[in-house]
Each structure stands twice: as structure tokens, then as C-alpha cells.
């Protein structure tokens, strides 16, 4: 079962050509896409795509990115709960977290959202997608605090041994991204550390498209690479890696009709 666990559906990339977009996914096998959102906004724009009822079929997500931290207005995260309590297909919070890579936003406000973020899917009993991208110390703090009362995947995983021990320890899952794919990826044994029931693979789309797609718009029928990018590393049969991984992902997020 191959699932795209992580895309962005709703960017304006994919304005044009949704429709094929989606019907290229199920020619390549994908099964099912969790579309994430990004602030308030997006986070409408996804219940409308999932509750449409696409092929292959959608679910969705509802958070603040830490990029949109700054910009996030009083009552966003009112607006987010609200959207979880009351659409079934929007099955996690998020995508929220903490990126100082890019610092578009600043880091107590990053921070302090992030926690919002944790606690609401404490309340409603929902996962969460977290991003951390150059804030391994941080987000292993807060892991440490956390984990235990909140199930979270961290996606796109380009973090450190040290985090990677920290979110295994506590019980999250780990996601891989068309990175891995890249010549200069250097995190194989890192990817090999990962037990297979903790393990989900993405394609973040529309960004970073694995090879051959390097440097292409990213879409969820790349994540089929993505599977077989983690095959060879781990030294796994393809189909088997696609089967663990969609068994997942389903069971993390209850991707279930």
C-alpha cells in the first residue's frame, strides 16, 4: 500500500492541473494522500479538496506552520480547532514545529505556537505533524516533555542522531522525504536506525522531488521513489517497504474510509 503521508495539495502549484496530478498518483499505485495545511487559510482550502472525494482518496491536516507563526492573528487557532472538531477527513494537527533555517518567523513565537499546537492534539486525542528543520535541541526538548501525552511524527526528517533517538524513545514516528534521494544525503544510517513500525515515507510536495524529478514540482506519484529510495538504504524489498509504510501511516493517522 503506498501512501503519500505528507503533501501540500492545495499550494497554487497545482491550480492548473490538479485533476492530473491526482489521476498520475493513482496510475503510480498511491493509494492515499494526507494533505497538509499551513495556516488558517489553507487549512479551509484543504477541507474543501478532502471532502470533495477525490481518486485517490484525501485526508487532511489543520495548523500553523512555523513559517506563518508571525503572522498568525488571534483566533487562528480557535479557527483550527474548529475545522478538527468538526470535519472527520482532517484527522491531525498540523503541520506545526519550529524551523530556524529560514527564521521567518521568530523563535519565541515559533515556540510558543508549536506548544499551542501540542496541546490541542492532547485535547482532542489527534496526532500531530511536526516540521523541525536547524532546531534539534529545542525540539528534543520539548519531545521530552510531550511525547508521552501526544502522538507526532516528524516529518521530513533531516535532524541528527540525538533527535532521532529522542522522538524514537518517545514513541513518534519518522518520516522520509525525496532527500534521501539526493547524492549528497548523508543520513543512511539514520534512515537504517528507524524500527519498520515507526517508519513513513512522503513527498512534501510540491517541493523537493526526488531523483530523477530533482529540481522538478514535487506531486504525490513521486512518492513511489521515495519508497524505493528507502528500499535500497535499508537493503528491503520495494514492496515490502511500500507495504509497512502505508500500514503506517493508515493505522497513525486513521486513514480509514
Excluded at 471532502?51 to 485526508?59: D, R, T
Excluded at 510536495?205 to 521515495?226: C, H, I, Q
Amino acid at each position: 500500500m503506498l501512501i503519500d503521508s505528507h503533501c501540500h495539495l492545495t499550494d497554487s502549484q497545482f491550480d492548473e492541473d490538479r485533476t492530473d496530478v491526482l489521476a498520475r498518483a493513482g496510475i503510480a499505485g498511491v493509494e492515499k494522500i494526507l494533505v497538509v495545511s499551513s495556516d488558517r487559510a489553507d487549512a479551509s482550502r484543504v477541507v474543501d479538496l478532502v471532502e470533495a472525494e477525490p481518486s485517490p482518496p484525501l485526508w487532511g491536516t489543520s495548523g500553523v506552520h512555523p513559517h506563518e507563526a508571525e503572522g498568525a492573528a488571534e483566533g487562528d487557532l480557535d479557527a483550527v480547532r474548529t475545522i478538527l472538531e468538526n470535519h472527520p477527513r482532517i484527522v491531525a494537527v498540523g503541520e506545526t514545529g519550529l524551523d530556524f533555517f529560514y527564521d521567518h518567523s521568530p523563535r519565541a513565537r515559533q515556540e510558543e505556537l508549536f506548544r499551542d499546537h501540542l496541546a490541542l492534539a492532547e485535547e482532542l486525542g489527534l496526532p500531530v505533524v511536526v516540521h523541525s528543520r536547524s532546531a534539534d535541541a529545542l525540539t528534543g526538548q520539548i519531545l521530552k516533555e510531550w511525547g508521552g501525552r501526544v502522538r507526532g511524527v516528524l516529518h521530513c526528517y533531516t535532524g541528527g542522531r540525538e533527535l532521532l533517538e529522542t522522538a524514537l524513545g518517545v514513541g513518534w514516528m519518522i518520516s522520509f522525504t525525496g532527500i534521501i534521494t539526493f547524492k549528497k544525503y548523508d543520513g543512511q544510517e539514520l534512515v537504517r536506525m528507524v524500527p519498520r513500525d515507526r517508519l513513513m515515507v512522503e513527498t512534501d510536495g510540491p517541493y523537493l522531488a526526488p531523483v530523477p524529478y530533482r529540481g522538478r514540482r514535487n506531486e504525490p506519484a513521486y512518492v513511489a521513489e521515495v519508497a524505493d529510495g528507502l528500499a535500497a538504504i535499508r537493503g528491503e524489498d520495494p514492496e515490502e517497504v511500500r507495504g509497512y509504510t502505508g500500514a503506517n501511516a493508515t493505522r497513525f493517522f486513521h486513514l480509514n474510509p
